[in-house]
């Protein structure tokens, strides 16, 4: 898998959640790489400005949208600016999520139930609401929304964040059935073993090392926003690299 930047995004307007580390920054970095103008949202502002000067001192440009996505009145914000601005919206890279906790399903904190499921679940849906018609302003708008393996089976203590995925995976793919007859895609995309914050917080004994880069899993999105892409409500997991 080659690294070099093709121009494969040329002039495409992305938004990216969750950009400031892990997929989201990789992401950012790569996109942009290739052309893209990219909007880049996390809470964290300092963390956005590293990755707005990486990608500014290699030549691409960047748009920083610190915020919480659970201050849900800013997403439509976000999306009228988008609008004003750019007049579209080619694609969309729902990165951002929480873990929640690891234990009981019965001994979870209500609070961190609902803050879980507000950033996994409703959070999204307030970004298809919202970008919907930004994305059928584009001649192909395309939406990626990051998922997992733990929303399809049952693990003990994975509770809070395995009904969230459940809930996404369902969510987006009754979005990519209304969408069927439209310029618009919706798929999920499962990055699998990748080297993450969270992925550290729910395996706190694995070699991190051991696991492939964020940068290696950004690399295989590029191909899926792609107007020549028409895969629509698929479930899409990450290849591994070679051993």
């Given at each position: 898998?080659s ?15 969750g950009a ?15 052309g ?8 964290t ?14 030549g ?19 999306g ?10 080619d ?31 409703t ?7 919202s ?71 729910a ?41």
């Amino acid at each position: 898998m080659s690294d070099a930047p093709t121009g494969k995004l040329q002039d495409r307007i992305a938004v990216i959640t969750g950009a400031s580390r892990g997929i989201g920054a990789a992401t950012a970095k790569l996109f942009a790489a290739e052309g893209a103008h990219v909007i880049l949202v996390a809470r964290t502002q300092g963390g956005l400005e590293e990755i707005d000067d990486e990608i500014r001192g290699a030549g691409g440009t960047a748009t920083l949208v610190p915020m919480d996505l659970t201050d849900y009145d800013k997403i439509d914000q976000m999306g009228a600016t988008i609008y004003e601005r750019f007049g579209k919206l080619d694609i969309l890279i729902a990165n951002a999520g929480l873990l929640g906790t690891m234990g009981p399903i019965n001994h979870i904190d209500p609070k961190v139930w609902e803050q879980t499921l507000a950033v996994n679940v409703t959070a999204n849906w307030r970004l298809i609401r919202s970008f919907d018609p930004l994305l059928r302003l584009s001649d192909a708008g395309r939406a990626i929304f990051m998922t997992s393996y733990a929303g399809q089976v049952h693990r003990a203590f994975w509770g809070i964040y395995a009904t969230s995925k459940a809930a996404l995976d369902m969510m987006v793919g009754t979005y990519a059935e209304e969408i069927k007859q439209t310029n618009v895609t919706a798929n999920l995309f499962n990055p699998g073993k990748t080297r993450t914050s969270m992925r550290a917080e729910a395996y706190p004994g694995e070699d991190p090392e051991t696991v492939k880069s964020p940068e290696f899993t950004a690399q295989q999105l590029v191909d899926l926003v792609l107007p020549s892409c028409k895969l629509n409500g698929e479930f899409i997991t990450a290849e591994e690299p070679p051993e």
